[in-house]
């Protein structure tokens, strides 16, 4: 199993991390191999990948978002909605780095819910809690939602859009040949950043949305 030091160094092209978010990031890894053992949480199953692919990019968001002004506590504080949560990837990540938001896991499927509660339960985590449910039914909203990996990008995208709370912002983390796409739903209600490479990705980016 992965150390709080490996976990750290494998994270370094992606985000500065801390001892003790290290340390929260090798119990959350050693949580989601346990539960994927038994269910599919995510298809990778090497637990180096698991850190790279799914907790960097993840970190690499929250510095994106947060060097965006998305968790600028100065009008209340930040909200985010992580939508087809799954394995908890990008929110978890994302709240560990920024504690101070409050963060939603909105996630259908009843056995995954019931694996991010209990993430939630052992990280110890105040201000973060699962919506069991699909995003569409969903009436509260956001100042950030944040989007990764989910099944008909096209159809999603503007759900997710309509849960922003203006002035708000969405994150994407897509792959570039989707670009076109959230370029074509968002525009030309929504100003959007170039996409920024994932680091160590070929193909992987974030993009970034303002609404006003």
């Known amino acids: 199993m992965l150390d709080a030091s490996r976990i750290a160094a494998l994270l370094s092209p992606f985000a500065d991390v801390s001892d003790e978010l290290a340390d929260q990031l090798s ?23 698991i850190v790279t692919r799914h907790f960097g990019e993840s970190l690499f968001a929250a510095r994106v978002l947060r060097d965006a002004g998305a968790f600028n506590s ?32 909105i996630e259908s499927q009843n056995k ?27 009436t509260q909203k956001s100042s950030v939602v944040i989007l990764r990996a989910v099944e ?11 849960l922003v709370e203006p002035p708000g912002m969405i994150g994407l983390l897509i792959g570039a040949n989707q670009v076109a796409t959230a370029q074509s739903v968002l ?22 949305g303002e609404v006003t």
């Open 112 to 138: 995954k819910a019931t694996f991010l509660r209990e993430v939630i339960r052992t990280l110890g985590l105040t201000g973060a809690g699962v919506f069991c449910g699909r995003a569409e039914t969903r």
């Open 74 to 105: 100065s009008v209340g504080r930040p909200t985010l909605s992580d939508i087809g949560s799954g394995a908890g990837v990008p929110g978890i990540p994302i709240k560990l780095a920024e504690p101070e938001i409050h963060l939603t896991l």
């Open 187 to 208: 525009s030309p209600t929504w100003r959007l950043s170039d996409p920024l490479s994932i680091p160590t990705s070929r193909e992987r980016v974030i993009l970034v």
């Open 27 to 49: 119990v959350y890894l050693h949580l989601l191999l346990r539960w994927n053992a038994r269910m599919n949480l995510t298809s990778v199953r090497d637990p180096e990948e």
């Open 152 to 162: 008909n990008f096209e159809e999603t995208l503007p759900i997710a859009a309509g």
